[in-house]
């Protein structure tokens, strides 16, 4: 089976930096995904790490490394519509393993 | 525009009703997949369908039954057989069955049983 353990909360100010982490245990393994969630809405896909190293798409970046079952999420220049929840998810072939999330709380 | 619809956004429902929440998406996948979320945790996956005719289950399959009839529909039913059916229920969609890493989702229907 698959765990994957996040900080159930963060806290951040405007304009600054944050990184969410993500530690997985899993049988299988094809790549981490991150997913934002606002109250009450729907999961949207950020990234998506296959391969060992950082993935950059404008203030969002991600990382992986294989060998230490370890991943994190890098957001850059905090605004506060980033105050969400963010979910790594681990695929594993056809389907998504889901962490438990982690509430970024921005403050002004 | 192309995307994924749940109905409805809120069902309320009394104890040992059976109930049937719909998904529907006109994004040409193949795959489709239904999650439940509690407060305040993640998503627990329900029931997958790779291709029409055919679904398996997930983690949390029991209490629950799925259909997969056409390729844009794939719609959940919570039965009388599920202890605890209040949740909030997402239900998305990927273009090709495998790897899986982006999901599309819907913007989900939220159970309430008492």
């Known amino acids: 089976g698959q765990s994957l353990e996040q900080p159930s909360e963060v806290t951040a100010v405007e304009g600054a930096i944050v990184q969410i982490n993500c530690t997985y245990q899993t049988s299988g393994f094809y790549g981490l995904s991150w997913y934002q969630q606002h109250d009450g809405g729907a999961p949207t896909f950020l990234s998506y790490?296959?391969?060992?190293g950082l993935e950059e798409t404008g203030r969002f970046s991600s990382f992986l490394s294989r060998s230490d079952s370890y991943g994190y999420l890098l957001l850059q220049e905090l605004q506060m519509k980033d105050s969400a929840s963010y979910f790594c998810?681990?695929?594993?072939?056809?389907?998504?393993?889901f962490g438990g999330g982690t509430r970024l709380m921005v403050k002004p | 525009d192309g995307g994924i619809t749940q109905s409805p956004k809120y069902l309320f429902r009394k104890e040992g009703q059976n109930v049937t929440l719909s998904c529907e998406q006109n994004?040409?996948?193949?795959?489709m997949y239904w999650y439940r979320q509690d407060p305040g945790q993640g998503l627990r996956l329900i029931y997958y369908s790779q291709i029409v005719n055919d679904f398996q289950k997930g983690d949390i399959a029991e209490g629950y039954s799925v259909s997969r009839e056409k390729k844009e529909s794939f719609p959940l039913t919570v039965t009388s057989a599920q202890k605890n059916p209040t949740a909030f229920y997402l239900c998305a969609s990927q273009k090709g069955a495998y790897p899986s890493y982006e999901q599309y989702f819907g913007p989900g229907t939220r159970l309430t049983v008492t």
């Open positions: 994004l040409n996948h193949d795959a």
């Open positions: 998810a681990v695929n594993a072939g056809n389907m998504l393993t």
């Open positions: 790490n296959a391969l060992d």
